[in-house]
């Protein structure tokens, strides 16, 4: 009897120091089972493709892919796979390792491509449509391709590259019925005239989990984009990580991101791993969103902060609840944007993950906790070392102690995350990037030898556990969910018309996601700011998203200290007019062109009345 009564004691003691202990305890059983599950497809040297046949061989019936008024079963992806796959063959372009690139936007074919390239043997370059002229090129090189496929919309944009595309021999196909383009083939032709019959499986004979089987580009925190390498076994854990948020196999997901990224993309492999229904649109909508989760039953949604954002903005509806979402996945929704969702849509669970694309681990906030990003989880911290360390923002590095090694955070205390780099969670780097791959590590982290995966950002640990994302160091800021990379910003910037340097950041604007770009500019000599030749400029060579909104005329650009300490400054100073004696402008998209930034544009700003 007495030992009961202390057990309980004992039990109730436990709940009061924390009241997760049973989602704490439910999280690292869910673990285990899928690293269980990842390490048996280890064994079997069992991809993302077998499992995509297993699929068809077992419900080939079953809708796989909904798209506007179009139904694709597995078996019909099978099919649809099997002759993009002959007709690539047939053409000789690529033979088992040979990389191919994407440039296709959000529609099924861009996952038939995919799934025929992988029955090939060939690893996919998932190129960002946004991109253009010199930015594209540098992607597709990195890349090492041998073959582009572009949707019929971006032919202008290959034209844009093709003398520099076929220097390197490359093979260019456009997903038409005809092109008369030279340089350029036709493809859609020769898909409808392949056969459906499946390949014999020699032809990727060669292929093992370590064989690379996507390369997704990402910013880093620094410089020009990278392709990270996403091996067959990366995607494999990945795509199981989101298990962990609790997806079964009658689920059916909606994803709006972009495919070409790692998050949109992983939605679509998870759904081919638990045999789910995956809901496709090309671009989001928010005044479609909840009317398309009516239409195809959506139960999950993915999300990025921005979406959620936008969908709290939409006029208040009376169907505002009548839907069967259970689930939304993703990253970087606010905590104010948080509770607004769940009072306006109902009983959502809102799972935040965080985790960056060539990253060596994701954490997960699996209690829904308003406002953070993940949860300490003290025997998932053991076997997946991670630690958020003191940071020195003037020296722009990790603060080290006298021994010379890192100092932890306290709990509280926003500090740099860095990932401790181990067999269980590998760093694999960029493609043909070694030094950028090795940037991202910091050695000697807390004993000499040890290595870690630098994320670049600033997160801070709670007094209960709770992680919080703070704000990210380096030379990059999120914007509509992209990520853009100063330096590449501002390359394009010093050589337009009229400027002798620019020095680019991001800003802070009320109600909005991420940071606006911003551009501190110095003109040359005698010139004057173009206001209209700028903006033509921009728009030729940078998407949309990083063009910068503001401008700042300075008459020197301050180069004391350390270049990133002037960022921080700039930063803090913001696009207040009545601050800044600075000209200042600011981009006007309908009018294509630079305008003064007047005070009351700053305060339709600021204010939320003027759309960025
Ligand atoms: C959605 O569910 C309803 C009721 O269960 C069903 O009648 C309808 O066919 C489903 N729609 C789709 C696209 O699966």
Redesign the pocket.
Known sequence: MLIWIICAAVFIGLLIRNPYFFQDVHFLITLFRVRLRVSRYRERNYSILDRFLDVVKTQPHK?FV?FKDETYSYQDADKLSNKVARALLDSGAVTEGDTAALLVGNEPVFLWLWLGLLKLGCPVAFLNYNMKSQSLLHCFHCSGAKALIAAEEYKDTVEEILPHVLEQSVRVFILADQCQTSGMESFRDKVNQASTEPLPSGVRSHFTLLSPAVYIYTSGTTGLPKAAVMTHLRIMSMTTGLALMGITSSD?IYTTLPLYHAAGFMGFTATIERGMTFVLRNKFSASNFWEDCR???VTVIQYIGEIMRYLCNTPKKDSDRCHKVRLAMGNGIRAEVWREFLNRFGNIQIKEFYGATEGNLAIHNYVCKIGAVGRVNFLHKKAFPYAVIKYDHAKDEPLRDSSGFCIEAAKGEPGLMVIQITQRAPFIGYARDLKQTEKKKLHDVFKKGDVYFNTGDMLCISKDNFIYFHDRIGDTFRWKGENVATNEVSDVINVADGIKEANVYGVHVPGHEGKAGMAAVLLKDGEKFDCIGVFKHLEKFLPAYARPRFIRIQNSLEITGTFKYMKVKLVEEGFDPNKITDPLYFLDEREGKYIPLTQEIFSSVITGKMKL
């Open positions: 809708p909904l059916v239409k195809f039953n």
